[in-house]
């Protein structure tokens, strides 16, 4: 059985730092890329990294380039996401996402292109 779980969400005061966490199992993970996804109240999900496990290149969404950092752990099946100098606007349920291949062509930041979910975890920035 698949499975992806997030960790490390909560509540930080704006231009704090949080490291989230994807456990990843059921699945060949140096087969797979981790996608990164917000979804904020009243929007719609937004792809926030890619990272591909197998060589560890990386894609993120503008927004949050130079703030937010995607890393792999192949050792324990795991895919972090650094989050430094957040901002209001960064609150969010946060959800990784696998799929097949890379992180090429900005296919990365498209849920569409992703095979397997987990449930998210809150991440909360106060002004």
């Known amino acids: 059985e698949v499975q992806l779980v997030e960790s490390g969400g909560g509540l930080v005061q704006a231009g704090g730092s949080l490291r989230l966490s994807c456990a990843a199992s059921?699945?060949?993970?140096?087969?797979?890329?981790i996608g990164w996804f917000r979804q904020a109240p009243g929007k719609e999900r937004e792809g926030v990294s890619c990272?591909?496990?197998?060589?560890?290149?990386?894609d993120y969404r503008d927004r949050v380039k130079g703030r937010f950092t995607a890393s792999s752990d192949n050792a324990k099946n795991t895919v972090y996401l650094q989050m430094n100098t957040l901002k209001p606007e960064d609150t969010a349920v946060y959800s990784c996402?696998?799929?097949?291949?890379?992180?090429?062509?900005?296919?990365?930041?498209?849920?569409?292109?992703?095979?397997?979910w987990g449930q998210g975890t809150q991440v909360t920035v106060s002004s």
């Open positions: 996402a696998a799929r097949r291949g890379g992180c090429t062509s900005h296919y990365g930041l498209i849920a569409d292109f992703y095979d397997y």
């Open positions: 059921g699945f060949t993970f140096d087969d797979y890329a």
């Open positions: 990272i591909s496990t197998s060589d560890g290149s990386t």
